[in-house]
C-alpha cells in the first residue's frame, strides 16, 4: 500500500460529460501529481501541484484542470468528455516539489461509452 | 522534448535466471532515473531509483546502473521469482515530472 488514495476506482459516463477525480496524498506529502495511463500513449505527465500552487505542467488538454486544496488533496477535473479520454488516470505524490521518489495510488479508470 | 526508450518490450526467463531491461534517455538535464513495477490493477510500485551523481545502486536481488554519458540505464534482476512477473517501467527526470519508458512485460516462468 502505497499510502495514495485515489477514488473511485472505477468511473463509466457519456461523451460531452463532466469528471471529477480526487486524491488524496500519502501523509507528510507535499506535492502531488497526475498522470495518464492509456495503451497507446503510455504513461503521460499531466499536472503537479506542490503546496496548493501548480508547479509544472504536462500534455494536460484544455479540458482537463486540476486543484490542490488547504488539506493537500488534489482534485482532476475533465469536461467535455470524448472517448479518447478513456485511460487510466494516476495520482503520485512526494515530499517535495524537487526530484523525490514519487508514489502512485491505484487510479481511476474512466471509461467513456 | 525529453524521449525515454525502453527494451525489450516482453522479457521471458526462467525462474531462477537474470533479467535485464534497458533504457535510453534523451535530454542530458535528467538527473534523476526511477524504476517502477506495475502488477495488473494496481498502480506503479516505485522499485529502486538512481540519481546522476552515482553509477549503481543495488538492493538486494535488484540493482540499476546509469551510464550518463552514453545516456543509458538498466534495470537488472537476479535470481528471478515466479512474483516478479509484472511490467516494469523505466523514467527519466524532466523537471519535477517523469518521462516514463513504454514499459517491459516480464513473464518468470517456474
Known amino acids: 500500500d502505497s499510502g495514495v488514495t485515489q477514488t473511485p476506482k472505477h468511473l463509466i459516463t457519456a461523451t460531452g460529460q463532466r469528471v471529477t477525480l480526487r486524491c488524496s496524498p500519502r501523509s507528510g506529502d507535499l506535492s502531488v501529481y497526475w498522470y495518464q495511463q492509456s495503451l497507446d500513449q503510455g504513461l503521460q505527465f499531466l499536472i503537479q501541484y506542490y503546496n496548493g500552487e501548480e508547479r509544472a505542467k504536462g500534455n494536460i488538454l484544455e479540458r482537463f484542470s486540476a486543484q490542490q486544496f488547504p488539506d493537500l488533496h488534489s482534485e482532476l477535473n475533465l469536461s467535455s468528455l470524448e472517448l479518447g479520454d478513456s485511460a487510466l488516470y494516476f495520482c503520485a505524490s512526494s515530499e517535495t516539489g524537487g526530484n523525490q521518489p514519487q508514489h502512485f495510488g491505484d487510479g481511476t479508470r474512466l471509461s467513456i461509452l | 522534448g525529453e524521449n525515454v526508450e525502453q527494451h525489450p518490450s516482453t522479457l521471458s526467463v526462467q525462474e531462477g535466471d537474470s533479467a535485464v531491461i534497458k533504457c535510453t534517455y534523451s535530454?542530458?538535464?535528467?538527473?534523476?532515473f526511477p524504476w517502477y513495477k506495475q502488477e495488473l490493477g494496481k498502480g506503479p510500485q516505485l522499485i529502486i531509483d538512481i540519481r546522476s551523481n552515482v553509477g549503481e545502486k543495488k538492493d538486494q536481488r535488484i540493482a540499476v546502473t546509469l551510464n550518463k554519458t552514453a545516456k543509458h540505464f538498466s534495470l537488472h534482476i537476479t535470481e528471478t521469482q515466479p512474483e516478479d512477473s509484472a511490467v516494469y517501467f523505466c523514467?527519466?527526470?524532466?523537471?519535477?515530472?517523469?518521462?516514463f519508458g513504454k514499459g517491459t512485460t516480464l513473464s518468470v516462468s517456474s
Open positions: 523514467a527519466a527526470s524532466k523537471g519535477t515530472a517523469l518521462i
Open positions: 535530454d542530458s538535464a535528467s538527473n534523476y
